[in-house]
């Protein structure tokens, strides 16, 4: 018979912590360095969802930070400008332009990349540009292809001493971070050999991300799903695979389908997990019926962006209205397996809940002998 052992995390905290933390707290101060007090931060896609809460949350935490929102709409820049206030402005450009990078870099110490959908991005030109003007870089990336293309610019952005940091946002990005400390758990505390590690992934609507969500979605039921089982790397059909998993607290079990993920290949080559996947859901339900059909057609026109991005206008209003209905939550349960004194299999998991108005967060540790 099984037995289920409850295990102490290293902090000395019980082995489930639900901690949460309220709206006005997020909004305390940072104190930055002095040398950095005032640097200048360039948000490209800054009139977006995901580049305009990037802004605002920048403002809020480090008010002395000058912050330029990039974008290609002057009104919208106008806009966003308003609302952060006089450490502020607008600066237009087009990410596919070198001269117009150049021009915007100027004077900046750091760009974020929110530009997105990433997917099927031929030139990593923002990274280009930041080498050339010695600026710090970090994007948002979630897509397999240009996030590797980014890191073979390593010795480049070494050779201009500037740092550069791909996949930065929630996931991949924060699950990433979520999957090295299971691994460095289970390695540090339990001792023992991780085997499988699992991203699983749940958006209620857009997830607050917009139409760029849709547009990654849809360009990513284009691609294969690259996954591996016990160190072969596998590919499999895109949103197939169906798996209910349960997200807890104020999300429940919901339905998930396998997804081509840049964390899926990292975690397997640098944390050394022989078996990993990724999968995605949301809601309401209906949305993923949407998504297991549009996987039937054809890949060229899924990975075809102009063909994709008249889907997302033809959908975007639609799922906005829903948004209101469903609302914005996104939640993430990164599990491993882990296997130690040869007989014993041991499971880790965190669970992330991100809504407008809480984060909520857990992490537990049993062992099932």
């Known amino acids: 018979m099984a037995r289920i052992l409850s295990m102490q995390l290293s902090s000395g905290i019980s082995s489930r912590i639900t901690s949460s933390i309220a709206k006005e707290k997020s909004e305390t101060k940072i104190e930055l360095p002095e040398k950095v007090k005032n640097s200048r ?21 480090c008010p002395d930070l000058r912050i330029v929102v990039g974008g290609r709409n002057r009104d919208k820049g106008a806009a966003m400008v308003a609302k952060l206030g006089n450490n502020s402005y607008f600066s237009e450009v087009d990410i596919n332009d070198s001269k117009s990078l150049d021009l915007a ?6 760009v974020v990349h929110t530009a ?28 397999t292809n240009y996030s590797w293309n980014i890191k073979s610019y390593m010795k480049k952005a070494v050779d201009a001493n500037i740092p550069a940091i791909t996949t930065g946002g929630i ?16 390695k540090s505390e339990s001792k023992s050999d991780p085997q499988r590690l699992r991203f699983y992934y749940y958006t209620a ?18 691609e294969e799903v690259v996954a591996y089982n016990k160190g072969e790397k596998i590919k499999l059909k895109p949103y197939s695979g169906m798996l209910q998993i349960d997200f807890g607290l104020g999300i429940g ?74 609302g914005e939550k ?5 599990r491993l397996l882990s296997q130690f004194l040869l007989s014993c299999i041991s499971s880790c998991v965190i669970v992330l809940h991100i809504d ?6 857990s992490r537990q540790m049993d062992a099932i002998e």
């Not at 990274?127 to 010695?134: D, G, H, S």
């Not at 944390?271 to 999968?279: F, M, Q, W």
Request: proline share 5%; aromatic share 8%.
């Open 330 to 334: 996104v939640s993430m349960r990164v």
């Open 171 to 186: 996931y991949p990005g924060v699950s990433n971070v979520m999957a090295a400390e299971l691994v460095r758990a289970a």
């Open 116 to 143: 997105g959908p990433f997917q099927q991005a031929e030139k990593c030109t923002v990274l280009e540009a930041a080498i050339q003007n010695k600026t710090a870089y970090l994007d948002v990336c979630d897509d």
């Open 205 to 222: 609507g857009s997830g607050g991300a917009g139409p760029t969500i849709l547009s990654t979605s849809f360009l990513l039921l284009g």
């Open 356 to 361: 407008p108005n809480r984060l909520i967060w």
């Open 253 to 326: 079990k919901k339905d998930v389908f396998l997804l081509n993920l840049p964390e899926v290949r990292s975690t397997h080559e640098i944390l050394g997990v022989p078996s990993v996947s990724a999968r995605f859901g949301t809601a309401p339900f209906f949305w993923n019926w949407g998504m297991i059909a549009m996987s039937f057609l054809p890949s060229e026109f899924l990975r075809d962006r102009s063909k994709v991005q008249q889907l997302v206008q033809l959908f975007d209003p639609v799922v906005r209205a829903v948004d209101g209905i469903a």
């Open 105 to 110: 870099l100027k004077d900046v110490d750091l």
């Open 41 to 61: 931060v360039l948000i490209l896609g800054g009139t977006g969802r995901v580049g305009g809460s990037t802004a605002v949350a920048l403002s809020k935490f």
